[in-house]
């Protein structure tokens, strides 16, 4: 019986052993070998200390021991805390920080770079260090190489878990600035992946393709999907598309998941022929894909299905469109995915008519546990399911995901807005806040209001309106080079529009509304981009 995430490993370890789990460049590892490996880990880390719940963080690219890190802290009865391999030390040690986390595992560079900011991760116990390289790693403290760590001794059981105990701590933006650790249960991750696996009809004949951060939950769901049927993965971590052509042409790729910006990079270049030939389906989350480019895919994977999801990270996938639907509903959202329902409802908790705006509300099993030490926004997001029964005394919660759709009278559902400032751009959702506050912390403006303008290829692009300092010029290469050093390329304004006076409405705050609406065609193509 599958309770837990590394639970998802021991069916095809037990059936088809020597089956291929992972593959990794030149590396690639099986299932019974996979298995063995985060039995180890689990070991190690118990005997490192490591107590139930505790956290350990992964700070690194796709590769095989990330993931024997991430399945062996569960097995120990650990927390995975997936760091995006983009963040620049500042957010990583906010994670390291929030959440107390016990272990980081990560490479020997990029612990280096974090050395300015780990002393302030006051529960750090050890780093574990996945590369052997040369270097001076007195200069990096607490530190275990990988390769280095002893064989697993006699000692404590591996702790029984339970499938409602806490896995892992995502980390998404938060609508007040400071990102926001999404706690996720073992029943969240396993029935998570076992669902999607259900509507993809994934087998173990499959290879899939990981291109999307593991700190995302549909790139770390092709894990989960992949496992729960024996099927095969290839990880990569994507910088190029011609790589990734040449990736799924040569592992004979049947299933990729990706975001719009990256779909959009794919179809630029020419593909060689029958390159897409394997491919049986893709998947695209984190925003529309353009109709023009799902055409173009469709060439491009001439036998394969298209699906198109929507999810969030605090109840993982909500929706998706079946592939007999692409062309009659190319706009929609979709359906509830299995063993979910999804409501449309008004601000009164009444249910939405067909046609009708409401909001999107999702409950079943995908629920996360909420917000990691916030009771106060888990409060605001997950709320008592509308309309139960009242003889049922004890509250089941549901996902208030802040997202406007309608409704048609088949059941299909279609996005209309956000009901807050969240920015949605290459597939992250971002806070304005977020991005204001690293604007400000470079001295080189006054005041500052973050922007989300429609963008063909990233679904929105940030706009940066400003005032400058007291005393200095307008300077936008510095400023934009200023924010490039702590954030990812992906939280970089585009644009920066410089005013002596910012707007403000009645009630004496910003009007982001009015700027949206005037530069809203801004990165339009010939809009002046």
């Given at each position: 019986m599958i309770e837990t995430l590394a639970d998802l490993i021991r069916p095809a370890a037990s059936k088809t052993p020597?089956?291929?789990?992972?593959?990794?460049?030149?590396?690639?590892?099986?299932?019974?070998?996979?298995?063995?490996?985060?039995?180890?880990?689990?070991?190690?880390?118990?005997?490192?200390?490591?107590?139930?719940?505790?956290?350990?963080?992964?700070?690194?690219?796709?590769?095989?021991?990330?993931?024997?890190?991430?399945?062996?802290?569960?097995?120990?009865?650990?927390?995975?805390?997936?760091?995006?391999?983009?963040?620049?030390?500042?957010?990583?040690?906010?994670?390291?920080?929030?959440?107390?986390?016990?272990?980081?595992?990560?490479?020997?560079?990029?612990?280096?770079?974090?050395?300015?900011?780990?002393?302030?991760?006051?529960?750090?116990r050890h780093v574990i260090l996945l590369d052997d390289g040369a270097g001076d790693d007195e200069a990096i403290g607490r530190h275990i190489r990988w390769n280095d760590l002893p064989p697993p001794e006699p000692g404590p059981r591996l702790p029984r878990m339970l499938s409602s105990d806490m896995a892992a701590i995502m980390y998404t933006s938060g609508s007040t600035g400071k990102p926001k650790g999404v706690v996720l249960s073992h029943a969240n991750v396993t029935i998570g992946g076992l669902s999607v696996a259900s509507y993809l009809e994934n087998d173990a004949q499959d290879r899939i393709l990981a291109v999307l951060p593991f700190s995302f939950d549909a790139g770390f769901s092709q894990l989960t999907t992949a496992f729960s049927v024996g099927a095969s993965v290839v990880l990569h971590d994507y910088f190029l598309a011609r790589d990734v052509i040449r990736l799924?042409?040569?592992?004979?790729?049947?299933?990729?998941?990706?975001?719009?910006?990256?779909?959009m990079q794919l179809i630029e270049p020419e593909w060689p022929e029958g390159a897409g030939d394997s491919v049986r389906y893709f998947a695209n989350t984190g925003g529309k894909m353009p109709l023009a480019t799902l055409q173009r895919l469709r060439q491009v994977f001439p036998n394969a299905l298209p699906f198109l999801m929507y999810g969030l990270t605090e109840s993982f996938r909500s929706t998706y469109l079946p592939p007999s639907q692409v062309d009659k509903r190319p706009d929609s959202i979709g359906i509830a995915i299995p063993n979910v329902e999804v409501m449309v409802v008004g601000d009164d908790g009444t249910p939405c008519s067909p046609g009708q705006a409401g909001e999107l509300v999702h409950r079943g099993p995908l629920v996360s546990l909420g917000y990691w030490n916030d009771p106060q926004r888990t409060a605001t997001r997950f709320k008592p399911v509308p309309n139960r029964p009242p003889e049922i005394v004890n509250p089941e919660l549901a996902v208030f995901s802040g997202d406007t759709v309608v409704q048609d009278d088949e059941g299909f559902l279609y996005f209309v807005g956000r009901k807050d400032d969240m920015i949605k751009t290459s597939g992250y959702r971002i806070s304005p806040m977020e991005i204001e506050e690293v604007a400000y912390n470079t001295g080189l403006v006054s005041e500052v209001a973050a922007l989300g303008i429609p963008h063909e290829r990233l679904g929105h692009g940030i706009l940066l309106v400003a005032r400058p300092a007291d005393g200095l010029a307008e300077s936008t290469d510095e400023l934009l080079k200023k924010m490039r050093s702590q954030v990812p390329n992906y939280m970089v304004p585009l644009a920066v529009v410089w005013k002596n006076t910012l707007p403000r409405n009645a009630n004496g705050k910003l009007d982001r509304r009015l700027m949206t609406e005037e530069y809203q065609q801004l990165f339009a193509p010939g809009g002046g981009e």
């Amino acid at each position: 019986m599958i309770e837990t995430l590394a639970d998802l490993i021991r069916p095809a370890a037990s059936k088809t052993p020597d089956a291929i789990a992972l593959r990794s460049k030149a590396d690639e590892v099986s299932y019974a070998e996979l298995d063995r490996q985060i039995d180890g880990f689990a070991a190690n880390l118990l005997q490192l200390g490591l107590r139930r719940y505790e956290r350990v963080a992964v700070f690194a690219g796709k590769q095989i021991e990330t993931v024997v890190a991430a399945f062996g802290a569960t097995r120990a009865g650990g927390t995975f805390v997936p760091v995006n391999a983009l963040f620049k030390p500042a957010q990583v040690a906010y994670i390291l920080a929030d959440c107390n986390v016990r272990v980081l595992v990560t490479t020997r560079a990029r612990a280096r770079d974090l050395q300015a900011v780990l002393d302030d991760a006051k529960d750090l116990r050890h780093v574990i260090l996945l590369d052997d390289g040369a270097g001076d790693d007195e200069a990096i403290g607490r530190h275990i190489r990988w390769n280095d760590l002893p064989p697993p001794e006699p000692g404590p059981r591996l702790p029984r878990m339970l499938s409602s105990d806490m896995a892992a701590i995502m980390y998404t933006s938060g609508s007040t600035g400071k990102p926001k650790g999404v706690v996720l249960s073992h029943a969240n991750v396993t029935i998570g992946g076992l669902s999607v696996a259900s509507y993809l009809e994934n087998d173990a004949q499959d290879r899939i393709l990981a291109v999307l951060p593991f700190s995302f939950d549909a790139g770390f769901s092709q894990l989960t999907t992949a496992f729960s049927v024996g099927a095969s993965v290839v990880l990569h971590d994507y910088f190029l598309a011609r790589d990734v052509i040449r990736l799924i042409e040569k592992e004979a790729i049947t299933g990729i998941t990706g975001v719009p910006p990256l779909w959009m990079q794919l179809i630029e270049p020419e593909w060689p022929e029958g390159a897409g030939d394997s491919v049986r389906y893709f998947a695209n989350t984190g925003g529309k894909m353009p109709l023009a480019t799902l055409q173009r895919l469709r060439q491009v994977f001439p036998n394969a299905l298209p699906f198109l999801m929507y999810g969030l990270t605090e109840s993982f996938r909500s929706t998706y469109l079946p592939p007999s639907q692409v062309d009659k509903r190319p706009d929609s959202i979709g359906i509830a995915i299995p063993n979910v329902e999804v409501m449309v409802v008004g601000d009164d908790g009444t249910p939405c008519s067909p046609g009708q705006a409401g909001e999107l509300v999702h409950r079943g099993p995908l629920v996360s546990l909420g917000y990691w030490n916030d009771p106060q926004r888990t409060a605001t997001r997950f709320k008592p399911v509308p309309n139960r029964p009242p003889e049922i005394v004890n509250p089941e919660l549901a996902v208030f995901s802040g997202d406007t759709v309608v409704q048609d009278d088949e059941g299909f559902l279609y996005f209309v807005g956000r009901k807050d400032d969240m920015i949605k751009t290459s597939g992250y959702r971002i806070s304005p806040m977020e991005i204001e506050e690293v604007a400000y912390n470079t001295g080189l403006v006054s005041e500052v209001a973050a922007l989300g303008i429609p963008h063909e290829r990233l679904g929105h692009g940030i706009l940066l309106v400003a005032r400058p300092a007291d005393g200095l010029a307008e300077s936008t290469d510095e400023l934009l080079k200023k924010m490039r050093s702590q954030v990812p390329n992906y939280m970089v304004p585009l644009a920066v529009v410089w005013k002596n006076t910012l707007p403000r409405n009645a009630n004496g705050k910003l009007d982001r509304r009015l700027m949206t609406e005037e530069y809203q065609q801004l990165f339009a193509p010939g809009g002046g981009e």
